[in-house]
């Protein structure tokens, strides 16, 4: 995920998913926002969507986010490209 350009942003004690982000204007939103599981040894289960902004309420975990349409598909496009050459 790194060499995709995202940041690791730590894993869910409930699901086991990894959390990373990547930022599209330099801030911290909007940005790309992936959860990978682990399904087989090096074959893991992606979950990428767009956060367009920050939760609005303090101790939740809801967000404006985009799980489908152009930018959601350019961009698993481009992770699955990087990530399948090594």
């Not at 894993?11 to 330099?26: C, L, P, V, Y």
């Not at 956060?51 to 496009?77: F, I, N």
């Amino acid at each position: 995920m790194r060499r995709c350009g995202y940041i690791p942003e730590g894993i869910d004690q409930k699901s086991g998913e990894i959390a990373f982000w990547r930022s599209i204007t330099g801030g911290r939103f909007p940005r790309f926002h992936i959860y990978a599981k682990e399904q087989h040894p090096d074959t893991y289960l992606v979950n990428l969507h767009l956060d367009q902004k920050a939760p609005s309420y303090s101790g939740t975990a809801a967000h404006s986010g985009e799980y489908e349409g152009p930018l959601v598909e350019q961009e698993a496009q481009r992770v699955s490209s990087l990530s399948l050459t090594s």
